[in-house]
């Protein structure tokens, strides 16, 4: 299927640009730029009978994607991922219908993948020679996986605790990884700075139009999922945005293109305590949310101090009528832990506040018993095993030569 794309246009001034050439934030003002597509064409091949022919991948929907020639849609697997039901912890929270969109099923382990094998894809259309990108973790592990794919060099900045694996990953795609004394503002700083000297494409979070593209496809995937309608709730953990912001453009567009009516999800979005700039601004009235000083949280996807879709963001909650709130970093854990126990899903820290936050919204009444929620599980836990106690004494040690009844006996005391 051929992409409809016709132009990028700023979502903050209207300003309208060609989509013929590598470009970052709109030239004008500086803000987020959209793709944007004949939607009326697009909606003449993109039918659901003819969508229920195609393989089960984010490409299906290309007629409203951003990559032109097929030959550069680059694919290790991304999308595609289930949509399960959560019965024991839906009774466990007081929900009939709670839902679970496992992306820790897309490549390198995260709903990453769908964007930055976008971006990537979409840079290399357009001739990038190199990139940058800061990352907490995920975003660069995805990266750098694309970028292999792609035979372009990869430049990556990193805040020096990130989580081994995702160092050792980065390393093991090929890419030049730098560690950085700080957060990840820090260290799209260095990225930025640095940037003129080399001939590299920064494909920062929502820094070019592309990465919010593949991010898009969470929603119109969670749509077709559900039969071409959309849930009562959407609970979202939240450190840039990139998926909130795609997923509510995504929605706009399907409704254009006549494969959904005006009705859209309540859409909530889940911070850490120890970095929270969204629900701060969401709870204080503004659209725009500053920087927030010395972000802590163990869920590194979370630590997000700032993040420039703010208002794209706190637009998509209040206009669907959801909300913002934090949890501490004890409570993703025990999130973590729920989604394990009830459901046997090993999740992400970032994925594991989204849980906790369902229960207490349940518990405030914000959301009820009959509403169907949807949790975003934005990535797998087995890159974050630093975090589970492994040690020996979180395990009891047995002696293989002792006799059955002492055996029984050990076991028995656990």
């Known amino acids: 299927m051929r992409s409809y794309l016709t132009h990028l246009e700023c979502s903050n001034c209207a300003a309208t640009f ?72 839906g009774n466990a929270f007081g929900l009939d219908r709670l839902l679970v969109k496992d992306e820790g099923q897309n490549p390198t382990g995260s709903f990453k993948a769908r964007g930055l094998g976008m971006a990537v894809s979409r840079a290399k259309e357009l001739g990038a020679n190199a990139l940058a990108i800061p990352s907490a973790g995920n975003a660069a592990s995805a990266m750098a996986a694309y970028a292999a794919r792609a035979g372009i060099p990869a430049y990556v900045f990193m805040p020096a605790d990130t989580p081994a694996v995702m160092k050792a990953e980065c390393r093991a795609y090929g890419a030049h990884v730098f560690l950085v004394d700080g957060l990840i503002n820090d260290a799209g700083k260095v990225a930025r700075e640095a940037g003129p000297h080399f001939d590299w494409f920064d494909v920062s979070t929502l820094k070019e ?34 998926g909130i912001v795609g997923m509510w453009k995504a929605f706009a567009e399907l409704e254009e293109m006549g494969l959904i009516g005006p009705r859209r999800p309540k859409m909530i979005v ?21 920087l927030w000083d010395h972000a802590s949280t163990v869920a590194a996807g979370l630590r997000v101090p700032v993040a420039i879709g703010d208002y794209l963001i706190l637009d998509a909650i209040r ?16 999130g973590v832990d729920l989604a394990a126990v009830h459901e046997g899903l090993f999740v992400s820290p970032e994925a594991g506040a989204a849980y906790v936050a369902t229960r207490r919204l349940c518990e405030s009444g914000f959301l009820e018993r009959d509403d169907e929620v949807v949790i ?38 656990v």
């Not at 013929?20 to 697009?42: N, S």
């Not at 009978?49 to 032109?68: D, F, H, K, M, T």
């Not at 889940?270 to 500053?290: D, F, L, N, S, W």
Request: charged share 20%; hydrophobic share 40%.
């Open 18 to 89: 060609p989509a013929d050439r590598l470009i970052t934030t709109c030239p004008a003002c500086a803000k987020v730029l959209y793709a944007r597509y004949d939607l009326a064409a697009a909606a003449r091949e993109m039918t659901p009978e003819a969508l229920a022919s195609r393989p089960w991948n984010l490409w299906r929907y290309a007629g409203i994607l951003p990559v032109v020639d097929p030959v550069h849609r680059l694919t290790i697997g991304e999308g595609g991922t289930p949509l399960l039901e959560a019965p024991a912890l």
């Open 270 to 290: 889940v911070q850490a305590e120890g970095c929270a700039p969204i629900v701060r601004a969401y709870e204080a009235g503004e659209r725009h949310a500053g």
């Open 209 to 242: 139009p592309y990465r919010a593209e593949g991010k898009k496809t969470m929603g119109i995937e969670l749509v077709e999922q559900l039969g071409w309608r959309v849930p009562d709730a959407i609970v979202y953990p939240t450190g840039g945005g990139t």
């Open 376 to 413: 975003f599980s934005t990535g797998s836990g087995m890159k974050h095993t630093e975090l589970i106690p492994t040690g020996s004494d979180a395990f009891p040690i047995l002696n293989p030569n002792a006799s059955a009844p002492d055996l029984a006996a050990a076991i028995s005391t």
């Open 319 to 334: 206009e669907s009528g959801g909300t913002a709130l934090t949890v501490s970093d004890a409570e993703l854990m025990e």
